[in-house]
C-alpha cells in the first residue's frame, strides 16, 4: 500500500471536497480522484460518498480513517527520530511567528520539538512577515514564519501551503457592494495593514490588478482587530479566505466578496545556519508537522 495514498485518503476526508484536498497536498483534482479509486481498489471497500457538495465518508470510509490517521502519525514521528538519530541539541532557538498559533500549527511543532529534542529551548516572538526576514538577516531571530514571495540567497525558505486571501465588507453594505466595480469600492473605506507585513504586499498586488487607490481610514495587523473592525462598518478588507468560515460569516456581521488572490506561507532561516544542528531539528519538526494533513 502507497502512503501517499493514505495522506490523499485523509486530506479529502477532513475536507469533504476533491478540490480542496487537493489544493492543501498541492495536486490536481484528477490525481486526487485517481489516488482514492487505486486505493479503493486496493482495499475492496467504497470509501467516500460523491454529493452535490462534495464527498462524505462511507460506514468503512469512517472506521478506516482514524487507523490512516494513526499510520501517518506514526510514520512521521518514526521520520523526525530517524533524521534527530541520538543527537540530543541543546539552546535556544527564536521563532518569529505571524498570524494565529492554529494556522502555523505552533502546537504540533513545539510538542514535536519536545519529545525529540528536549533539551532545545524555543522562544516564540510576533511579528510581520516583512519584520522576521529583517531580523533573520540581523541574527536577532533564528528562524520564522513567512507570507509572501522570497527571493533571497541569504535566506532558505521552505514551502509549507499556498494561501488564498479574500476581501470582506460589513453585511450592512451589501446592497450598495453587490455589483459594484473595483473603482466604486475604491472609494469606500479600507482598513488596511502597516508596510512591512504580506497583507500589505498582497493588497498593492490586488489593487494594482484592478488598477485602483483605495481609501485608507485606519491601519491594523491582527486579524481579529480587521474582522472585528469591518464587521463594525468601519472598512472592507483583505483577509485570509481561512481565517473567515462560510459558516460563521453572518454571525460574525461581515460578507466575502468573489475571487480570491494567492500567497504562499514559507518557513525561512538563514543559509548560514544549513549545518547548525538545533535549526536542522527545528526544520525537520515543522515539515513533520506540516506533512500532516
Avoid at 82 to 105: C, D, H, M, Q, Y
Avoid at 206 to 227: C, G, M, Q, S, Y
Wanted: charged share 20%.
Amino acid at each position: 500500500m502507497e502512503i501517499y495514498r493514505l495522506r490523499t485518503f485523509v486530506a479529502v476526508a477532513r475536507h469533504g471536497h476533491l478540490t480542496h484536498a487537493a489544493e492543501t497536498l498541492h495536486l490536481s483534482q484528477p490525481t486526487v480522484s485517481g489516488q482514492l479509486k487505486m486505493l479503493e481498489r486496493e482495499l475492496g471497500v467504497t470509501l467516500f460518498r460523491r454529493t452535490a457538495r462534495g464527498v462524505t465518508l462511507t460506514v468503512w470510509g469512517e472506521k478506516l480513517l482514524s487507523l490512516a490517521t494513526t499510520i501517518l502519525e506514526m510514520l512521521d514521528n518514526f521520520a523526525v527520530n530517524a533524521r534527530a538519530g541520538s543527537i540530543r541539541v541543546r539552546g535556544k532557538l527564536r521563532v518569529g511567528t505571524i498570524v494565529n498559533p492554529e494556522f502555523l500549527r505552533l502546537g504540533k511543532i513545539t510538542a514535536l520539538m519536545r519529545a525529540h529534542q528536549p533539551d532545545i529551548e524555543l522562544e516564540l516572538q510576533h511579528s510581520l512577515s516583512g519584520v522576521i526576514t529583517q531580523a533573520i538577516l540581523n541574527k536577532q531571530l533564528d528562524a520564522g514564519f513567512f507570507l509572501g514571495s522570497i527571493n533571497r540567497s541569504t535566506i532558505q525558505a521552505i514551502k509549507l501551503q499556498s494561501v488564498g486571501f479574500c476581501v470582506i465588507a460589513p453585511s450592512s453594505w451589501r446592497k450598495q457592494i453587490d455589483g459594484a466595480s473595483w473603482h466604486a469600492l475604491a472609494k469606500l473605506p479600507w482598513v488596511c495593514t502597516p508596510k512591512a507585513g504580506a497583507y500589505h504586499q498582497l493588497s498593492n498586488r490586488l489593487f494594482k490588478r484592478h488598477n485602483i487607490r483605495p481609501t485608507t481610514v485606519i491601519e491594523a495587523d491582527r486579524e481579529p482587530t480587521i474582522v472585528n473592525l469591518v464587521a463594525s462598518g468601519v472598512g472592507l478588507s483583505l483577509i485570509r479566505a481561512d481565517a473567515v468560515p462560510v459558516d460563521t460569516q453572518r454571525a460574525l456581521g461581515i460578507f466575502r466578496l468573489p475571487g480570491t488572490i494567492t500567497t504562499d506561507l514559507s518557513f525561512l532561516f538563514s543559509t548560514g545556519r544549513l549545518n547548525d544542528p538545533a535549526v536542522g531539528s527545528l526544520v525537520e519538526a515543522v515539515k513533520a508537522a506540516w506533512a500532516r494533513v
